[in-house]
């Protein structure tokens, strides 16, 4: 049987090409492996899915790791932003507080750090998005409800196992496992005007159907901040 892909063969082979140079310069960094999706934002198409760098450098070469179930750790943080600005509880100049936070939750203190475990003190909103910090992003999702952000990314194509609460303010630092592929699209839907729409792997793909998922003002602004 002769199965047409949506996949671009030149990409396909950059992509992987990429891949393995980048894994070769973090030798020693304890990083073992990667995957890459590329998504056409107006089609959804699938124009390069590598999931692992291949047999040579991967200790797990046969695990996609594009649909694999992890912790993203930041790149979830502008979606809490983008409900933040649709309510609107934020703009983009607001200032956030990017100091040491004990937030009280049912289980005890949730306190949240940044990477590189310093502050900046007051940053704006779009300086917090831009040098993906911990503290703000999770100062942002008190102000929205983890529940309802949840609500937001299952909206935006992130099957979430458990609610929001289980979850709780950790939410917005990539506590929930998801994989590449739904994080990537959910990307698409901010670039769509926050409107949602599934992927396409094979050809001929059928048109795209949109559903609202952010604000497309919010959207706006977070592509413009990112």
């Not at 649709?86 to 983009?92: D, H």
């Not at 917090?128 to 935006?156: C, D, H, K, W």
């Not at 496992?177 to 901010?190: C, D, F, G, K, W």
Request: hydrophobic letters at 45%; glycine letters at 8%.
């Amino acid at each position: 049987a002769e199965v047409r892909t949506t996949l671009r063969a030149p990409l396909q082979r950059f992509a992987l090409t990429a891949l393995q140079r980048q894994l070769r310069e973090l030798r020693g960094r304890n990083v073992e492996d990667g995957a890459v999706v590329v998504l056409d934002n107006a089609s959804g198409e699938v124009l390069a899915w590598v999931g692992s760098s291949g047999d040579a450098l991967s200790r797990a070469f046969e695990v996609d790791g594009v649909l694999a179930q992890r912790q993203p750790v930041s790149p979830p943080n502008p979606f809490p932003c983008a409900q933040a600005l649709a309510q609107p509880r934020l703009t983009a100049a607001s200032l956030l507080d990017d100091w040491a936070a004990q937030i009280s939750t049912a289980a005890g203190l949730y306190i949240p750090q940044n990477y590189d475990r310093h502050f900046k003190g007051p940053v704006s909103a779009r300086s917090a998005l831009g040098a993906s910090l911990n503290v703000p992003a999770v100062r942002t999702l008190v102000m929205v409800g983890p529940e309802p952000f949840a609500r937001q990314l299952r909206a935006s194509g992130i099957e979430l196992c458990e609610n929001g609460d289980y979850y709780g303010y950790s939410l917005a630092l990539g506590s929930a496992e998801v994989s590449l592929l739904q994080l990537t699209n959910a990307y698409r839907t901010l670039a769509n005007g926050g409107r949602f729409s599934s992927v396409a792997q094979r050809l001929p793909a059928p048109s795209p159907v949109f559903t609202p998922a952010v604000g497309a003002r919010a959207s706006f602004i977070v592509g413009d901040m990112l």
